[in-house]
């Protein structure tokens, strides 16, 4: 079955530690999208990618950073430069162009 | 500005309503507008999408009306049902520089159908 796997489903992070989300894909899709969701504020944008080893900030990129070193993967780190990580995190893949983005079940992470 | 503003928050329908949900953008350089329908604990998926060249899309229950002028789209749910109670999102998409479309959302609307 084609599809976008995250994982872990849930993870804990302690203060000052970095944490890496895991986003794979099998859709053959160029482009990836990391976005965060919170309470209120919808799915803002951390990063995207159109092809491999090249990659943008969103809208929130502060305290994150990610590689796109094979197509079918995109993985975010969560940095302890992010002051605020807990939340749910969405990966996306598509198409290029305006297409239909496909996401993964989501990573919550929480710091304890 | 590379925002998509959405409204309501939050919205009460009786079984049978029609709900209405709203999304303004000022980018022109937007041309793809999908909504988006989210369960709890789950990813979104794509219900319907528009592109400007044209004013509404139907499919089944589900309408996208589109003022290109305005620069504002909404979702209008006909004879809205218990299982469509869900987080709606809005989003458009568009290429600012670069080789990679940016799919930017709104802040989403939660509905909740009442039987």
């Known amino acids: 079955d084609g599809g976008i796997t995250q994982s872990p489903k849930y993870l804990f992070r302690k203060e000052g530690q970095n944490v890496t989300l895991s986003c794979e894909q099998n859709?053959?899709?160029?482009?990836m999208y990391w976005y965060r969701q919170d309470p209120g504020q919808g799915l803002r944008l951390i990063y995207y990618s159109q092809i491999v080893n090249d990659f943008q900030k969103g809208d929130i990129a502060e305290g994150y950073s990610v590689s796109r070193e094979k197509k079918e993967s995109f993985p975010l780190t969560v940095t302890s430069a992010q002051k605020n990580p807990t939340a749910f995190y969405l990966c996306?893949?598509?198409?290029?162009?305006?297409?239909?983005?496909?996401f993964g079940q989501g990573t919550r992470l929480t710091v304890v | 500005q590379q925002q998509v503003k959405q409204s309501p928050q939050s919205l009460i329908v009786q079984k049978g309503g029609i709900s209405i949900i709203n999304c303004a953008y000022e980018n022109t350089a937007f041309d793809y507008f999908p909504w988006y329908q989210q369960f709890p604990g789950k990813g979104p998926a794509l219900l319907i999408a528009i592109r400007p060249d044209v004013s509404e899309k139907k499919e089944g229950r589900f309408t996208i009306s589109f003022n290109k002028s305005a620069k504002q789209f909404s979702l209008h749910i006909m004879d809205s049902q218990p299982g469509d109670s869900a987080t709606y999102f809005c989003a458009a998409s568009g290429l600012f520089g670069g080789a990679t479309n940016k799919l930017i959302f709104g802040t989403g609307t939660l509905l909740a159908v009442q039987p």
């Open positions: 859709l053959n899709h160029d482009a």
């Open positions: 996306a893949s598509r198409l290029p162009g305006d297409t239909e983005a496909f």
